[in-house]
Structures are given as C-alpha cells and as structure tokens.
C-alpha cells in the first residue's frame, strides 16, 4: 500500500524551532518525527510514501540521502507554490491507481490504520477519516456522522457549548483514487473545507472511523513538548532513547529529553524538558518545561522557563533570565 505524507508546511506555530528545519524532522524523544510516522505507517503493510513539500525540502534529501527508511521506498513531490491539502494530495499521488492512506506531518497516533482500511474496505467507501475525541473541539474540525459512520457534515472551530460532537478530523484518510478525480489540478484547494463538505452535499460515500486511541497535533510549543514527555513517560515508544547515550549529565535530569552529545553540567537543573543535540546547559544553570535545540548554550547560572523556545545555535548569557521568550537564531525572526 502507498500513502502521501503531507509535510511541506512551514510550521510557523513552533518557531524558532522550524526556521532551520522542517517541522516533519523536529526530534521527538531524539527521533526525528517523520520517522516515528514512516515507522508506524510501515508497520500497518505500506511499502512506500509520496512526501508532499514545499518548505525547506533539502533536508529531508540530506536525511534520507538513498531515498529509503528501512524497506519503506521514499518519493518527493516538491510543490512550487502552495496548493493546500486537497491540492497537494492530488499533485503528490499523480500515477497512483490504488487506494492509498494520506497523513498529515503533525499527526502523532497510535491509531490502528490496518482495522482504519479494513472499516474503508467493509464500508465500501470512497474516503475514510480517522476521527477522534477530545475533550474541548472548539480548534479543530467537528464532524458527526450516522450510527454507521457515514459523515453527516463538516463544522469547523464550533463554540464548545455548539459542538454536536467531540470527534474531530485527526488528519488521517484512506482514500480511493476516485477521489483524485475530485481535486482540480493544479491549484490551491483544501480537502478538509472543499473536497469533504461537497462528498457529503452528493452523498458520496464518505465515512468516519472512530479510534479512541493516543492522537496529539505536534504544531504547537506546547503539544511538541507534551509529545516528548510522552516518550518519557511510556505513552509512546522509544522511552529508552530519552537520554543519548553520548550526552554527559553532570547536573540533575528530570522528565527529560536530552540528545546527542548534550553536556548538562554539574548544579545545574533540567527538568520537563527538550535538550537537543550539543547543547550545554551551564553550572547552576536551569531549564524548566521549555526546549532548546541543538548546540544551544544555556550560560552558567541562566535560566530558561515557562515554555521558552531557544532556536538552534542561540547562546543565552550568563545570569540571564528566558521566561515564556523565543529566541530566534541570528537572521531569523526578531529574536523575542
């Protein structure tokens, strides 16, 4: 089976973080997100993905230099202005002829994509959604459906008080390539606000498929680091890669992530954190629920809290105080 991996986003949400990387290769748990997607997709019979991208595509080349992860085949389709979602799956599954899975590149889940096509298949369907709960939907997309899963219609950020559901679009589809044939070529359309509505104005055969199973958008500060203590915390895999075995912990460590050849020195305190590759968090130094990417420098007796973002390369001074603060990297944004 194919699937289309939609992550040419710019990931504005998370910078400065994502202005020297895409978002779909940020580290989650000191593995690159994109390759916890490929790892799970692989795992439920696909043999290769169509990688949708726009931004920064260059250093998913450098990451997959052979175009493989494991024995999955990778492919780029690289847009040359933005052509949304329905777009953008229309033009990165051009010679597709099967029916294929599309995931969005923020989409953390545990979801059962096998028993998800099984369900498409049962149903007869023409596109799937996998759909699922939360407590508050008034940021995503609602969409009820029939006791059978037929979607009934689309509402997007309803009131809390006005949602007739709580199930929402969690960015997973399994689609037939008829649905191709729905998509104008070419030009920017959305699939979650165009293709889907006008399938449920013509009753064409669009279902949802409940799965109450771990589901978390990464796009934010706030989800990013709720994603990385996840791993830590055994709600994901990948518990025993939190800390590399290359970074040198000299100071206290607590519900972390720290990477490769990270140095947290002696007095210093690191606690609800991300540590990125090469970083160094100096004597008496201390970082509390914020992220700091790779070869940052936290100076010796700093202080970075309150889900700070300090962007790769930035060197916090000595004695210095980052509360709720981004700090970009020199060229990049306006450094607050």
């Known amino acids: 089976m194919k699937a289309v991996l939609l992550v ?9 973080l994502t202005y020297t990387a895409p978002k779909a290769l940020v580290p989650i748990g000191n593995v690159a997100f994109l390759e916890r997607q490929l790892e799970w997709l692989a795992g439920h019979g696909v043999d290769e993905v169509v990688l949708s991208m726009g931004y920064l595509p260059d250093p998913f080349r450098a990451h997959f230099p052979d175009g493989r992860f494991g024995d999955l085949t990778l492919r780029y389709a690289i847009e040359e202005t933005p052509l949304g979602t329905a777009g953008g799956i229309r033009f990165a599954a051009e010679g597709i002829d099967e029916r294929f899975v599309v995931c969005n590149g923020d989409v953390l889940t545990t979801l059962d994509l096998t028993r998800m096509v099984e369900f498409h298949h049962e149903r007869g369907a023409e596109a799937s959604i996998y759909l699922c709960e939360v407590e508050d939907p008034s940021a995503f997309g609602v969409v009820p459906t029939r006791s059978d899963g037929e979607v009934v219609g689309f509402i997007e950020k309803p009131p809390r008080d ?9 960015g997973v589809y399994v689609l037939e390539p008829s649905v191709l044939d729905r998509i104008p070529p070419r030009i920017n359309v959305s699939i979650e606000r165009e293709t889907f509505p006008r399938m449920v104005e013509s009753r064409h055969s669009l279902y949802g498929f409940h799965w109450p199973g771990y589901w978390l958008d990464i796009g934010t500060p706030e989800k990013y680091l709720q994603a990385n203590l996840d791993v830590v915390a055994g709600s994901l895999p990948g518990a025993d890669r939190v800390i590399d075995p290359t970074a040198v912990i000299d100071g206290s460590v607590v519900r972390s992530v720290v990477g490769a050849g990270a140095h947290v020195a002696a007095g210093a305190e690191v606690e609800d954190s991300v540590i990125g590759p090469g970083v160094v968090v100096g004597a008496g130094a201390r970082v509390h629920g914020s992220v700091v990417a790779a070869g940052g420098h936290v100076g010796d007796g700093a202080s970075v809290t309150d889900l700070s973002l300090v962007g790769t390369g930035v060197v916090v001074p000595p004695n210095a105080r980052v509360v709720a ?12």
């Open 8 to 16: 040419g986003g710019e990931g504005t949400r998370l910078r400065p």
């Open 162 to 170: 006005q949602a007739p559901t709580n199930w929402i679009n969690a």
């Open 325 to 336: 603060a981004r700090l970009a990297p020199s060229g990049y944004g306006d450094g607050t």
